[in-house]
Each structure stands twice: as structure tokens, then as C-alpha cells.
């Protein structure tokens, strides 16, 4: 790989060096990653013959898990092993029982990616959304291994597509075949002379419909929402979200809340209790004969939001006021409309579902209250919204069979 590139992955390991002394995540990074090469020697076959599916995060390994469960389903005998490279993915996922072992990706240097392939010898990588390491993608294309990308989406202002991209186009072309979300991605990558693309969608769509089928029911929650007209799910909320959400709340005793916090600790879930004037109670403390009379339900629990969702009117999903919106698929799933903030121009969902009515977007704690009393007052407006919501989730399956007939 470039010289410039190598630089700039050896300054990224210096940098999360030396914010492990104060970051816990860059702390469990490092870590797993010196354990990495033990979990390889271990609980690898030394004949290799694996399927090396990375995904970077926990929200890329859910757009992978529908391909690696499809792939478990059909062959059963398949070798997989599977890598992340944050802690959110692997702590999380570590002990995933469809594949034969999770592990760390070491950095992205350029000995890292020889012993790496090395001990895993695999016989095809596959790559989540997001993921273009250049000395793993030139190592696995000097030793002609299949390699794949899904889910991908590219715009016009990633940097594959800037003057000074030369470098990052490259890995490009390590690539078998790109599958990507949409057409605009074909027709970028087109225009840089990237021809090996199929239009496949997004896997996170086959991922919610099967979380839907197999939701959890809970009969406390289901005590709670039991004499709601209206009950307002609040997922992966952050302190932005909930500064515009729990005021609406508060001042309209016809509804109900249920938040369900991004990170949840001791003085997150306290600072959040402090701001509700109405009765509230922990899931953790919840007992079912005192839910009629509760108005506000906090989710002190990890797992439960993709369940949580049906017992919603509408929803509405943090992170559009920080770093990007989260999950809004999880939801609307369920056919009811979503809610979320401004900063989510690089989720295609998300525009599609605001462009037909499924979704809307707010800027402020104004415009919520705009939106929530539309959907409060006219139940015609909630269930068309509702539905459009569904009908869009539905007209987008499939991709994972596609990319699955592709690949195998």
C-alpha cells in the first residue's frame, strides 16, 4: 500500500494508544486486538478453507448477520470466521453462535494483514458496508482470494470520487464485486471506471422483518400500554433527544413513553428519571400490577428495543442531533411512523421513507411538537403514516438472498 497510507494507520494506532489511558473503548481495542492472533492459532483449523466476514461495528455486523445465517443455513459444514474492529461490534457479538470465531482485526498494517491471512487462509472475505483496509484488500488480491463487498452506498463526497482519491479508488479494485444499496452507487462507481457492481439493496431490511417475526413479548410492558391511546417508543435517545421528547411528554397526559437509552449508567438513567414530572418507573423495577397507573417506562436493559417497537404508535430514534440517526428501519418495521433529527444524510432509508410520508424529520423541539400533535390528533394521518412506513420496509426485501445466489 502507499507509503502516505501506511503512515496514516501507524498515527491512528499512536492516537488510540494514547487515548487508552483515559478511553475504555480504545482500551478493549487494543487488547483484543494482542489476543487476536492466540483466538487465530486456537480455534482455527490450520487447513484454513474459512469465509472471513469483518464487519467494522455492531450496526454493520446486523447488516452482515442476515448473509452469515443464510449461509449457516445452506451449509451447514461452512467455516466462518467473523472480525470486528470496535468494541461496540465485538464485546457485544463475541460469543455469536453462528460462526466458529470472533475475533479483533489488527490494524491495518501491512505485516498485520499477512499474518493475519495467513493464520486464517481463507477462501473468500467478505466486507461490510463500510470497510476498505488497503493492505488486507492488497494482500487477499495478491493471493486471489474472492473478495466481496455488501450493503455498500457511495456519494458524491466520499473521498473514492475526489481528485486526490487516487489512493482509496485502488482498493477498490481489489474487490470481486461490489454489492451496493442503490443505483446512484452504481452509476459513481461507474464513472470512475468500477464496473464489477450489482444493485443488491440492503440486508438490513431481510434483518428487521426476521426480528419482527420472532419480537419478544413482555406482559408487563404489555400491562403498561394497556390503557394508552397513544404510546410514543423513544430508541437509542441520547440527551438531545430526550431534551426535545420528555417536555412534549410531559405537558400531554394522553400519552405514553417508553425510552429505551443509547448507553445507559447509573447517572444517565437518573439524570433521566430527574427531567420526568409524571410517573415513571425502570424496567429492572417494573412489576406488573403497577403499570395501569405508570405513565413513563425506562429501559435499563441491553437487547429489548428491537422488540419494544410494536408496542408503539410511533416512534421515535435517537442520534439525529449527534453523530447520525440509528436504526430507524427497527422501527418502522412495525408499520408505524418514525421520528428522528437532522443528521442523517447518509442513511438512503431515511430519506426514503420522509420522501413518502413514513418518516419526518425535525430540527428542533419545535417542529416535534408539530409533528407529534398532527399524529396525536388525527388518527387517519397515524395510520396512513403507519403504513406507508411498513409498505416501505416490505417492497425493499430480499437483498441477502440476492447477494447469497450471487456469491454462491
Known amino acids: 500500500m502507499d507509503l502516505l497510507y501506511d503512515l496514516g494507520i501507524a498515527a491512528y494506532k499512536t492516537a488510540a494508544r494514547i487515548a487508552s489511558v483515559k478511553n475504555r473503548k480504545a482500551q478493549l481495542m487494543l487488547k483484543g486486538q494482542r489476543k487476536t492472533w492466540r483466538t487465530l492459532r486456537e480455534r482455527l483449523d490450520p487447513e484454513g478453507g474459512y469465509i472471513w466476514i469483518h464487519a467494522s461495528s ?14 449457516r443455513q445452506h451449509q451447514p459444514q461452512a467455516r466462518i470466521l467473523l472480525s470486528f474492529f470496535s468494541p461496540s461490534g465485538y464485546e457485544v457479538r463475541k460469543g455469536y453462535d453462528q460462526v466458529d470465531a470472533v475475533c479483533y482485526l489488527p ?28 493492505n488486507y484488500l492488497n494482500e487477499l488480491r495478491r493471493r486471489e482470494v474472492p473478495t466481496y463487498i455488501i450493503s455498500s452506498i457511495f456519494r458524491p463526497g466520499q473521498v473514492f470520487f475526489r481528485p486526490w482519491g487516487g489512493m482509496f479508488r485502488k482498493m477498490l479494485h481489489c474487490f470481486n464485486r461490489l454489492f ?8 459513481l462507481l461507474a464513472g470512475i471506471g468500477i464496473t464489477r457492481v450489482d444493485v443488491a439493496g440492503d440486508t438490513r431490511f431481510d434483518r428487521v422483518a426476521h426480528v419482527r417475526e420472532r ?23 441520547w440527551e438531545p433527544d430526550e431534551d ?3 417536555p412534549f411528554f410531559n405537558a400531554h397526559p394522553s400519552m405514553k413513553l417508553i425510552i429505551a437509552p443509547h448507553e445507559f449508567d447509573n447517572d444517565r438513567l437518573l439524570s433521566i ?39 408503539g404508535q410511533a416512534a421515535y430514534v435517537g442520534g439525529g442531533f449527534g453523530t ?21 444524510e447518509k442513511f438512503q432509508e431515511a430519506h426514503d421513507l420522509t420522501a413518502c410520508g413514513g418518516a419526518f424529520c425535525i430540527q428542533n423541539a419545535e417542529e416535534f411538537a408539530t409533528q407529534m400533535e398532527h399524529l396525536l390528533a388525527d388518527p387517519d394521518h397515524l395510520r396512513q403514516a403507519g403504513q406507508k412506513a411498513g409498505q416501505y420496509i416490505q417492497s425493499h426485501l430480499g437483498a441477502t438472498q440476492r447477494i447469497y445466489d450471487a456469491i454462491f
Not at 451496493?180 to 452509476?187: A, D, I, K, L, P
Not at 447520525?324 to 442523517?344: D, S, T
Open 107 to 134: 490494524f491495518d498494517l501491512s505485516h498485520n494483514a499477512k499474518r493475519f491471512i495467513d493464520l486464517v487462509k481463507p477462501k473468500m472475505a467478505i466486507f461490510v458496508k463500510y470497510e476498505f483496509w488497503g
Open 180 to 187: 451496493v444499496q442503490n443505483e446512484q452507487s452504481r452509476q
Open 58 to 71: 455492531l450496526g454493520e455486523f446486523e447488516q452482515g448477520r442476515p448473509l452469515i445465517e443464510l449461509i
Open 244 to 246: 426535545i421528547v420528555i
Open 273 to 311: 428519571m430527574s427531567r420526568i414530572e409524571r410517573r415513571s418507573v425502570l424496567f429492572s423495577q417494573a412489576r406488573a400490577d403497577q403499570m395501569a397507573g405508570t405513565d413513563c417506562l425506562v429501559i435499563d436493559s441491553f437487547g429489548l428495543l428491537s422488540s419494544l417497537y410494536r408496542y
Open 324 to 344: 447520525g440517526i440509528h436504526n430507524i428501519n427497527e422501527a418502522a418495521v412495525y408499520g408505524i411512523p418514525v421520528i428522528f433529527g437532522p443528521r442523517h
Open 215 to 237: 419480537a419478544r413479548q413482555f406482559p408487563t410492558i404489555d400491562r403498561f400500554v394497556g390503557n394508552a391511546d397513544f404510546t410514543l417508543v423513544m430508541g437509542s435517545s
